[in-house]
């Protein structure tokens, strides 16, 4: 298990697999909740996540192909796309400057 802190998320990566619209709601989620920390949300396919991504979020069951896609990166699954227990320890860690373990 790695550990990255809120305060060195910069950019984070919300990738999605078929582009239902799910993930679309939880970036723009995350954008509001994020706003006024200064981190970059972006929308992305699994296989397109971006070299400089600090943090990529994804559904549990893509979360392989996205390790595989961006080897070293921190991924943190979730499986419900609002209200996800995993995606508010990050909203926490980068409002408050605190450790996420991965």
Do not use: W, Y
Request: hydrophobic share 45%.
């Amino acid at each position: 298990m790695a550990t990255i802190n809120g305060k060195d998320i910069h950019k984070l990566v919300v990738a999605c697999d078929a582009g239902m619209g799910s993930s679309v709601m939880l970036a723009s989620t995350l954008k509001k909740q994020l706003g006024k920390t200064g981190v970059t949300v972006e929308h992305t396919p699994v296989n397109s996540i971006p070299a400089d991504a600090d943090l990529v979020v994804c559904h549990s069951g893509l979360a392989a192909r996205a390790r595989s896609v961006a080897p070293g990166k921190p991924i943190v699954p979730f499986t419900i796309f609002l209200g996800d227990p995993a995606v508010t320890k990050v909203v926490k860690a980068i409002q408050q400057g605190t450790d996420l373990n991965v």
